[in-house]
């Protein structure tokens, strides 16, 4: 059932051209919004919480604008499977790779940090098309087989490599000839609220995993921020910021506080552009 899927709804979408792909969208979002009320109650509980200065007229047009953009981020990911080289250029526009590259030029590897904020996987997609850099990015294989094996297969297309979160250490203790980046997705809930950092995030205490800093501690890797903006429909921007170069040196926590602040402010710009479905909030201190 799941290849049938594929093959006959996911890829011939993908092979669409923009205007095609986001009429489409454009036809998802009532469907996803107001018929099936897809996760509604938990985007309108996650907004109501992280803005109470706004009024409800003003998380309604925030509710609605994140819909828009989440049928987008469907159709895209569609995209992803064919995108050629050029459609990914002009899709994920890179505003400042040198501050990466210096890096690489003196054989420095570096941790790449950031969020499910605007189109995150063609941006992953994309980087390997013009690092100097190996690219690795931590991930958790999903439970289907046959979507994990073409996910990964499409993520991977153009160099970018997956590293099941499982096996993450051995990437960072193997020697290697070319210098590495790795890439970590750290605003998700973490599975142990015991080992978590507690951080005031978006008005609330909010559970961040410590892997990214532990990692960059460990190894004394400079940490960069990914921050991307869109543009316009169907184009984004990607900015790198550094966060510490120095790890070592950094307190306990100040680089995900770091991380977490960056990313809170990218949020506060453009709110209607995270992922709002996701049960952000799920864990309480413990």
């Given amino acids: 059932m799941n290849n049938i899927f594929y093959y006959v709804f996911i890829l011939p979408i993908s092979y669409l051209p923009n205007k095609l792909l986001y009429l489409i969208s454009?036809?998802?979002?009532?469907?996803?919004?107001?018929?099936?009320?897809?996760r509604r109650k938990i985007v309108r509980e996650n907004l109501k919480k992280s803005f109470p200065e706004k009024s409800s007229e003003e998380l309604?047009?925030?509710?609605?604008?994140?819909y828009k953009h989440f049928c987008d981020l469907l159709v895209e990911s569609f995209k992803g499977f064919t995108i050629s080289k050029d459609q990914s250029e002009k899709k994920i526009r890179i505003k400042n790779q040198e501050l990466v590259d210096k890096y690489a030029d003196n054989g420095q590897n570096v941790i790449l940090i950031g969020g499910h904020?605007?189109?995150?996987?063609?941006?992953?997609?994309?980087m390997p098309l013009v690092f100097k850099h190996d690219i690795y990015a931590i991930y958790k294989p999903l439970s289907n087989k046959f979507f994990d094996n073409k996910m990964r297969k499409s993520?991977?297309?153009?160099?970018?490599?997956?590293?099941p979160m499982k096996t993450t250490k051995e990437y960072f203790t193997n020697v290697s000839d070319r210098p590495r980046a790795i890439i970590f997705?750290?605003?998700?809930?973490?599975s142990n609220a015991k080992k978590a950092l507690w951080i005031n995030f978006l008005n609330q205490e909010s559970a961040f995993l410590y892997g990214a800093e532990k990692y960059a501690k460990d190894f004394n890797?400079?940490?960069?921020?990914v921050s991307i903006n869109k543009m316009k429909r169907g184009c984004y921007e990607v900015e790198y910021k550094l966060i510490t170069d120095s790890p070592n040196k950094e307190i306990y926590g100040n680089i995900i506080s770091n991380f977490a602040k960056l990313l809170e402010l990218d949020i506060n710009n453009a709110p209607p552009f995270w992922l709002w479905t996701h049960k952000r909030w799920k864990k309480k201190k413990v």
């Fill in 26 to 38: 454009s036809f998802f979002y009532p469907i996803l919004y107001k018929l099936l009320k897809y």
């Fill in 185 to 190: 997705g750290s605003d998700q809930s973490p």
């Fill in 155 to 163: 993520r991977e297309k153009f160099g970018l490599k997956m590293i």
């Fill in 60 to 66: 309604l047009i925030v509710e609605q604008n994140f």
């Fill in 221 to 225: 890797w400079p940490v960069i921020y």
């Fill in 117 to 126: 904020y605007n189109n995150w996987e063609l941006t992953a997609q994309r």
